[in-house]
T-cell receptor, first 114, second 110 residues
Framework: EAQVTQNPRYLITVTGKKLTVTCSQN?????MSWYRQDPGLGLRQIYY???????DKGDVPEGYKVSRKEKRNFPLILESPSPNQTSLYFC?????????????FGEGSRLTVL | GIQVEQSPPDLILQEGANSTLRCNFS?????LQWFHQNPWGQLINLFY???GTKQNGRLSATTVATERYSLLYISSSQTTDSGVYFC????????????FGTGTRLKVLA
């Protein structure tokens, strides 16, 4: 089954404790992206990757890191989480040929930073 | 940059009613999708529809690319249709980036 898998789905952590949210897709997609969703602010892009070893900042990259060492994986790293990073996070992927790929989302990761 | 506007922002229906959600965009697009975010937060793909008309059960969508809008039709609504509906577009120019509308929040009452 074609899917985007995120882990963990739910996490409560404390300020400053490094964490990684993993994202994996099995569709051989070139494009992968991370979004955060907050009430009243919609979906905002954090980072995206057009292919292996190619990453770029989205609209709200501060406080986050990413890497794309393999095509299928695109982890999101919070080196020193703060309470303002409490949010619902989504990973997504698509085939980006000709800018016409269909975007698929993971199930979301609800993060609370105390 | 491209603007994506959805209307109405909120909608309350009785079960069994029909509805039309609209997505207007301000520039040419290569890609338009409709998503449903259910009450548990999951984002479900409904339609990939940069142009034309598609149907899937009680849902159908039409995109008129030349006039820069898309419509999502929900017929015989059910309580499970509740949630937020988003459209998202990718423009024909510039960075490959999905731009999301602010969504239509739908509540279907039993």
């Amino acid at each position: 089954e074609a899917q985007v898998t995120q882990n963990p789905r739910y996490l409560i952590t404390v300020t400053g404790k490094k964490l990684t949210v993993t994202c994996s897709q099995n569709m051989n997609h070139e494009y992968m992206s991370w979004y955060r969703q907050d009430p009243g602010l919609g979906l905002r892009q954090i980072y995206y990757s057009m292919n292996v070893e190619v990453t770029d900042k989205g609209d709200v990259p501060e406080g986050y890191k990413v890497s794309r060492k393999e095509k299928r994986n695109f982890p999101l790293i919070l080196e020193s989480p703060s309470p303002n990073q409490t949010s619902l996070y989504f990973c997504a992927s698509s085939s980006s040929h000709d800018n016409t790929g269909e975007l698929f989302f993971g199930e979301g990761s609800r993060l609370t930073v105390l | 940059g491209i603007q994506v506007e959805q209307s109405p922002p909120d909608l309350i229906l009785q079960e069994g009613a029909n509805s039309t959600l609209r997505c207007n965009f301000s520039d040419s697009v290569n890609n338009l999708q409709w998503f449903h975010q259910n009450p548990w937060g999951q984002l479900i793909n409904l339609f990939y529809i940069p142009s034309g008309t598609k149907q899937n059960g009680r849902l159908s969508a039409t995109t008129v690319a030349t006039e820069r809008y898309s419509l999502l039709y929900i017929s015989s609504s059910q309580t499970t249709d509740s949630g937020v509906y988003f459209c998202a577009v990718v423009t024909t120019s510039g960075t490959y980036k999905y731009i999301f509308g602010t969504g239509t929040r739908l509540k279907v009452l039993a």
